[in-house]
């Protein structure tokens, strides 16, 4: 199937440290989804982009689509523990995940 | 909220048997959907289904087979476990231009 690159696979920070996992696909999306889950939990859904060059902001999460919506991007600012877990993008029109990245908070 | 249920949390299995998971969404969704997640894999599609009686193919059915006689129900079958379908198996349901949700999981094992 079509594949939707998701990088970093892993990133470690410091707690206060920003965050960002980035999503991209080699052919142009109709809208693409976030989803967290948690270590031994299941996805939740975060959040839903559709239009070009689309930013969402939910408290110090930021969402943007690119503009030519082929690749998308989660930032958290100043990541505290309770961020630990694995982000997921997933490309709706083609029903694939991105590979994830885990993300670890150190106190 | 949105309430996807899947029938057991924790499954262990013989090789060759037939396997049954079962699983139920309570908001009158559409599509249904099968995934299994591997360590380093990430989450793959299975089958998915997006009305009664309606399935396709994901990226791997092989070795699977799915049966959603009602809307809120999706099943997914293993004909004849295998020991490489140890995973992790997670339901999911969304209506067209909202969220997908997700079920707690079902962690396989076959031995």
């Known amino acids: 199937g079509q594949q939707v690159m998701q990088i970093p696979q892993y990133q470690h920070v410091q707690e206060g440290e920003d965050f960002t996992t980035y999503c991209n696909s080699s052919?142009?999306?109709?809208?693409i989804q976030w989803y967290k889950q948690r270590p031994g939990g299941h996805p939740v859904f975060l959040i839903q982009l559709v239009k070009s060059g689309e930013v969402k902001k939910q408290k110090r999460l930021t969402f943007q689509f690119g503009e030519a919506k082929k690749n998308s991007s989660l930032h958290i600012t100043a990541t505290q523990t309770t961020d630990v877990g694995t982000y997921f993008c997933w490309a709706l029109g083609k029903l694939v995940f991105g590979a994830g990245t885990i993300l670890r908070v150190k106190s | 909220d949105v309430k996807v249920t899947q029938s057991s949390r924790y499954l262990v299995k013989r090789t060759g048997e037939k396997v049954f998971l079962e699983c139920v969404q309570d908001?009158?969704?559409?599509?249904m959907f099968w995934y299994r997640q591997d360590p380093g894999l990430g989450l793959r599609l299975i089958y998915f289904?997006?009305?009664?009686?309606?399935?396709e193919k994901g990226d791997i059915p092989e070795g699977y087979s799915v049966s959603r006689e009602k809307k809120e129900r999706f099943s997914l079958i293993l004909e004849s476990a295998s020991t490489n379908q140890t995973s992790m198996y997670l339901c999911?349901?969304?209506?067209?231009?909202?969220?997908?949700?997700f079920g707690q999981g079902t962690r396989l094992t076959v031995v």
């Open positions: 999911a349901s969304s209506q067209t231009g909202t969220g997908t949700f």
């Open positions: 289904s997006y009305d009664v009686k309606m399935k």
């Open positions: 908001m009158d969704h559409e599509n």
């Open positions: 052919t142009t999306l109709s809208n």
